[in-house]
């Protein structure tokens, strides 16, 4: 039988993140874990919709979707707020006139929103391209002359590659 200790003792001090970390991995040694969730039956209809739309089932579908939002989550408070005002823009687009990415219209729509989004949003003064750092990114990635433009157009289309999209869509 464990005996407990009574008395004053020193406290404990709070553990760091890789105590965390490691005690989190010998404790939880298996890959994954199983877990119930008790969810509102509009968001279960909801994510086994989606479920069967990714050929998937719903648990691979919960786990994706939590792993996206854990990973995804901007750190920089002024992109996080952009990333969830167009995330609103894109539901009530949907709401009102179909899937952005579906229909035309509903395309036009959602580019004018975030062309507004990021109107609002433009830091005062001119662009001007800031002296890359040696062996920077910036000096590995682009000449100095790059256009905000061109990079611009760099960074999407790493974006695309990175999102296992083709760079054309047909």
Known sequence: MASSRRGKSEP??????????EFIATRFARADKQTSLRLPYSLYNSLTKAAVGHDIGLGEEIRMRLENSIGALP?????????????????????????????????VVFREALNTLLAYLRPKGEPAAPKPEPD????LFFPQNTSPEAAGKAFAMAAIDAAGRPAERK
């Open 12 to 21: 404990t001090p709070p553990p760091d993140e890789a105590e965390i970390d």
């Open 75 to 107: 750190v920089e408070p002024e992109t996080r707020a952009l990333t969830d005002m167009l995330a609103n823009v894109a539901r009530n687009i949907e709401r009102t006139y179909g899937e952005w990415h579906k229909n035309p219209y509903a395309f």
């Open 136 to 139: 920077s990114r910036a000096s």
